[in-house]
Nanobody, 126 residues
Framework: QVQLVDSGGGSVQAGGSLRLSCAAFGYAYNMYCIGWVRQAPGKEREGVAMIDSDGNSRYADSVKDRFTISQNNTKNTLYLQMNSLKPEDTAMYYC????????????????????WGQGTQVTVSS
């Protein structure tokens, strides 16, 4: 069984930074994609950033050049470094994974992900 536990959210002022973490437990696959999805009240879910099975990083246009996704060497911890935060980034952020995934050109649609963390709230004030 796969379990994802995400953390690191908080409240910051515009222009500030946060780093989210996701601990992965119980996975036994190598061909997978893992990343972050966010959802703000009244808005659709948005895939923010993802690492595909070849180790390529993909980003939504809305966060490109501000956010950086990374993974430790044992691939049991995922990070999202968020810089230059904007009020529009306010949302619940979820760590998410798809276990039968190869290389991709873009972040997967949120509906494609199979495993989800519980979510961590990010609030950016102006």
């Amino acid at each position: 069984q796969v379990q994802l536990v995400d953390s690191g959210g908080g409240s910051v002022q515009a222009g500030g930074s946060l780093r989210l973490s996701c601990a992965a437990f119980g996975y036994a696959y190598n061909m997978y994609c893992i990343g972050w999805v966010r959802q703000a009240p009244g808005k659709e879910r948005e895939g923010v950033a993802m690492i595909d099975s070849d180790g390529n990083s993909r980003y939504a246009d809305s966060v490109k050049d501000r956010f950086t996704i990374s993974q430790n060497n044992t691939k049991n911890t995922l990070y999202l470094q968020m810089n230059s935060l904007k009020p529009e980034d306010t949302a619940m952020y979820y760590c998410a994974a798809k276990w039968t995934c190869s290389y991709t050109h873009h972040v997967l649609p949120p509906s494609d992900f199979e495993y989800w963390g519980q979510g961590t709230q990010v609030t950016v004030s102006s």
